[in-house]
C-alpha cells in the first residue's frame, strides 16, 4: 500500500509540474501572439497609406498638377487633315 500512494504522488507532481510548464508556455505564446498582432495591425496601416499615395499619384488631378509645376500648361493644337492634299502629298 506504501508502494501504491508513492505512486500516487509521484505522478501527481509529474502531472502538476506538466500543468505548470504548459501554463507557463501558453503564457509566452500569448505575449507573442500580441506582439505580432501589434506588428500586422502596424504592416496594415502602412499598406493603406501607400495605397493612398499610389492612388494619389495615379491620379488625373496629381497629373494636372505636375504639369502645372512643370509649366506645361500650353494645349497642343490640332492638326486637321481637311484637304486631300495631304493624302496625296501634293
Not at 505548470?20 to 503564457?27: A, D, E, K, W, Y
Request: proline content about 1%; glycine content about 2%.
Amino acid at each position: 500500500m506504501n508502494i501504491f500512494k508513492r505512486s500516487v504522488w509521484v505522478i501527481f507532481f509529474i502531472l502538476l509540474s506538466i500543468n505548470i510548464f504548459i501554463f507557463v508556455h501558453s503564457i509566452t505564446l500569448g505575449s507573442e501572439i500580441n506582439f505580432y498582432e501589434k506588428e500586422i495591425k502596424k504592416v496594415h496601416q502602412e499598406n493603406i497609406e501607400l495605397s493612398n499615395k499610389t492612388y494619389e499619384i495615379d491620379s488625373l488631378q496629381y497629373a494636372a498638377s505636375m504639369a502645372a509645376n512643370l509649366e506645361f500648361t500650353q494645349t497642343a493644337k490640332p492638326f486637321y487633315l481637311e484637304g486631300q492634299k495631304y493624302a496625296l502629298n501634293k
